[in-house]
């Protein structure tokens, strides 16, 4: 009965932290609303603080709003226009981050494409897109190759290539993106002012189980309305967090519910190219990652692991994700200590999404039982 009389209360403070979020609009749509402008907010902010950490890289939210500034400029004295479509094709890393950024001040459109795709996949997704430009990665360089012929974009003026491990020197067939840059022209772009909420953020791909990979359009209304309601019902973030991602950037976990929610909160990120179970543990305590955005195979490959010195009295408190099977919700809660932990159930192509906004135990999309889901 206690026990009954405890969970009464503290879902009643559950509440009480959701009533915000129930009074959330969504933003109009001719609303000066995007992720660049939720960026800039958090530039104006928290100008000095730490935005972005991977692998050696650290950005402050100044340097990194400078450094998209500077491709954003560069874009635009390139043709790059209000609404037009650009590839990105690079693995998570600090440029794909940049590169988001600096596309949304145009009020250009990213399209975000799987990075494990080649052959027929590939060029169904660049060529289906109708994009302008293209911006590869030098991690990528072999794959993007070996559909030249079947693209397209095809001069090379087109084709931007991003330098990574400096192991191969820029194809012929593209331009180096870095020597092109002008770095003194790092201000905000007086075109971001003409972007809105009902503008196209980016294309989404499906994984293409059911045949080729399909576009999902991403309003830009639609991820500030989610980086909103996740910020606040899922992890409770604030400016003192720091996100753990290293779910891809070119799927709506990672970008709108993982970076997106970081930038709106002013919090930080610590992002990776692939998941690393061994890793894991070891970067939570060297980068004090307070939250975590998950899908259940992550999970359930750190259940596996043998207890490491690193998982005790890690700073972890919160978890966001899909996919988290019962028996491991209690490796969480139990041997690693989260206190929060929200499961969420949505599809890209979606118009909502629901979560565990009271943070029930073993609330899971499948479960039968009476379940706490918000939906947003």
Same mark, same amino acid.
């Given at each position: 009965?206690l026990?009954?009389?405890?969970e009464?209360?503290r879902v009643?403070?559950?509440f009480?932290?959701i009533i915000?979020?129930l009074?959330?609009?969504?933003?109009?749509?001719?609303?000066a609303?995007?992720?660049a402008?939720?960026?800039?907010?958090?530039v104006?902010?928290?100008?000095?603080?730490n935005?972005?950490?991977?692998e050696e890289?650290e950005?402050?939210?100044?340097?990194?709003?400078k450094?998209?500034?500077v491709?954003?400029?560069?874009l635009?004295s390139?043709?790059?226009?209000?609404q037009?479509?650009?590839?990105?094709f690079?693995q998570?890393?600090t440029?794909?981050?940049?590169s988001?950024l600096?596309l949304?001040?145009?009020?250009?459109i990213?399209v975000l494409?799987?990075n494990?795709?080649?052959?027929a996949?590939?060029?169904?997704?660049?060529?289906?897109s $109708? !994009? #302008?430009k293209c911006?590869?990665g &030098?991690?990528? =360089?072999?794959?993007? /190759?070996?559909?030249?012929?079947?693209? *397209?974009i095809?001069?090379?003026?087109?084709?931007?290539?991003v330098? $990574? !491990? #400096?192991a191969?020197?820029?194809? &012929?067939?593209? =331009?180096?993106?870095r /020597?092109?840059?002008?770095?003194?022209? *790092?201000?905000?772009?007086?075109e971001?002012?003409?972007v809105?909420?009902?503008d196209?953020?980016?294309y989404?791909f499906t994984?293409? =189980?059911t045949g080729?990979?399909?576009a999902?359009?991403?309003?830009n209304a639609?991820?500030?309305?989610?980086?909103f309601n996740?910020?606040?019902?899922?992890?409770?973030?604030t400016?003192?967090?720091?996100?753990?991602?290293c779910?891809p950037?070119?799927?709506s976990?990672?970008?709108?519910?993982g970076?997106?929610?970081?930038?709106?909160?002013?919090?930080?990120?610590f992002?990776?190219?692939k998941?690393?179970?061994?890793?894991f543990?070891?970067?939570?305590?060297k980068?004090?990652?307070?939250t975590?955005i998950?899908?259940?195979?992550?999970?359930r490959y750190?259940?596996?692991q043998?207890?490491?010195?690193?998982?005790k009295?890690?700073?972890l408190?919160?978890?966001v994700?899909?996919?988290?099977?019962?028996?491991?919700?209690?490796?969480?809660?139990?041997?690693?200590?989260?206190?929060r932990?929200?499961?969420?159930?949505?599809?890209?192509?979606g118009?909502?999404?629901?979560?565990n906004?009271?943070?029930?135990d073993k609330?899971y999309?499948n479960?039968?039982r009476?379940?706490s889901?918000?939906?947003?």
């Open positions: 009965m026990s009954k009389v405890k009464f209360f009643l403070g559950e009480k932290q915000p979020v009074k959330y609009k969504f933003p109009l749509p001719d609303e609303a995007s992720l402008h939720s960026f800039e907010k958090s104006a902010k928290y100008a000095d603080k935005f972005l950490t991977f890289d950005l402050s939210y100044d340097e990194a709003n450094s998209a500034n491709l954003a400029n560069f635009s390139e043709g790059v226009e209000h037009d479509r650009v590839v990105l690079m998570n890393r440029d794909y981050v940049i988001l600096a949304n001040k145009i009020g250009a990213g494409i799987n494990s795709l080649t052959g996949p590939l060029i169904h997704c660049i060529n289906s $109708d !994009s #302008k911006i590869v &030098e991690e990528l =360089t072999h794959e993007l /190759s070996d559909v030249l012929n079947d693209i *397209n095809k001069d090379k003026n087109d084709i931007y290539w330098e $990574d !491990s #400096k191969i020197q820029t194809p &012929e067939w593209a =331009t180096n993106l /020597s092109s840059l002008d770095y003194s022209k *790092n201000g905000n772009l007086v971001t002012n003409n809105t909420a009902k196209t953020a980016f989404i994984s293409g =189980t080729v990979p399909k999902a359009i991403f309003p639609k991820i500030v309305a989610a980086s996740i910020s606040n019902t899922g992890y409770r973030m400016q003192e967090d720091r996100l753990y991602n779910l950037l070119y799927h976990t990672g970008l709108m519910l970076l997106a929610a970081v930038i709106h909160s002013g919090a930080s990120v992002v990776r190219r998941f690393s179970a061994s890793m543990w070891k970067e939570v305590q980068y004090q990652t307070t975590f998950y899908v259940g195979e992550l999970c750190l259940s596996f043998e207890p490491c010195e690193e998982e009295n890690n700073p408190r919160a978890m994700g899909n996919g988290l099977r019962p028996d491991l919700w209690d490796c969480f809660r139990g041997r690693f200590g989260v206190e932990i929200c499961e969420i159930y949505g599809a890209s192509e118009a909502c999404m629901f979560m906004g009271l943070n029930k609330n999309w479960d039968e009476d379940s889901f918000a939906q947003i």
